[in-house]
């Protein structure tokens, strides 16, 4: 399953029997996206903002992306994502997402958080470009990077480490 399993393949078939470009158009207009780009031919290459992370994180939450419809299926989906980095094969075609913000999240709202996590290396300039969505009840939280590290599970370690480690530094938990 595209969503669940990060599986790029399947996410490459729905993009294009969506339209392609026009599908990513269409999500730019439907949320109010600013600032984000298309990669002609490639939805995994659209790059956005943080601030239209969670935009976007937001137009999913109240039902504006998937509709009435199919709100609820893609927020529990996004629950069901299973996998640690560990997981994540070389080829980076399916694999672990389950990790970053979920990680750091308190023991009472990681159950509820719906997430995506998105990763490439880019040989072109020699960088991770990792990102980690959570959408919760009331909140929506991103964390967006770019680093240098090897083209590994090791480098892809770095990222889910600072996700993590940037979402423990957002979240008061009080002592009850």
Known sequence: MAIVDSNDDMAQKYYRLDGGNAAIQRLISMCGLSHTTIKSGWWSMTQ?????AV???KCVADGTAAG???TDWVLTTMRQVRGSVEQQPASQKTGGGHWGIVDALPWNLAPEAS?????TYIFADGLWHVN???VLPEDVLVVMMRYRAANSVAGLKVGDNICA???SQL???PDL
């Open 171 to 173: 979240i008061y938990t």
């Open 48 to 52: 956005m903002t943080p601030a239209d």
């Open 132 to 134: 980690c969505l959570a």
């Open 115 to 119: 997430i995506k996590n998105g990763w």
């Open 55 to 57: 935009t976007y994180g």
């Open 68 to 70: 009435p419809k199919w």
């Open 165 to 167: 480690s940037v979402t």
